[in-house]
């Protein structure tokens, strides 16, 4: 059973900056996955920020973050990072992180529904 665990989430104001981590465990070497990052506003749909692939390439970004976040991955340790840079308030939110145990291509299979292994989430706040 894949196992996903966030941490990182933090209140900040807005121009800060803080780095996710999202480690998963629970699986073996013979697959290759992707990880996600996903965000939920109270009263809001979970939408896509970032996902990457263990086998490389250009990982995706939403248009809302970009040049600001950037995602990276450790594969020796199923760990991926997410860092933002100058948040906004309008950033703020649950962030979960998911697993999928295969290689999503293209990058803007970056949806919620074709992950199948989610960790609880870690809270961010930007506000003044």
């Known amino acids: 059973q894949v196992h996903v665990v966030e941490s990182g989430g933090d209140s900040v104001q807005p121009g800060g900056s803080l780095r996710l981590t999202c480690a998963a465990s629970?699986?073996?070497?013979?697959?290759?996955?992707?990880m996600g990052w996903f965000r939920q506003a109270p009263g809001k749909e979970r939408e896509s920020i970032s996902c990457i692939r263990q086998l490389g390439g250009l990982p995706y970004l939403a248009d809302s973050v970009k040049g600001r976040f950037t995602i990276d991955i450790d594969s020796a340790k199923n760990t991926v990072y997410l860092q933002m840079n100058n948040l906004k308030p309008e950033d703020a939110g649950n962030y979960y992180c998911?697993?999928?145990?295969?290689?999503?291509?293209?990058?803007?299979?970056?949806?919620?529904?074709?992950?199948?292994?989610w960790g609880q989430g870690t809270q961010v706040t930007v506000s003044s």
């Open positions: 629970g699986f073996t070497s013979e697959y290759y996955y992707t």
């Open positions: 998911a697993v999928v145990l295969r290689d999503l291509y293209p990058p803007t299979m970056c949806l919620p529904r074709y992950f199948d292994s």
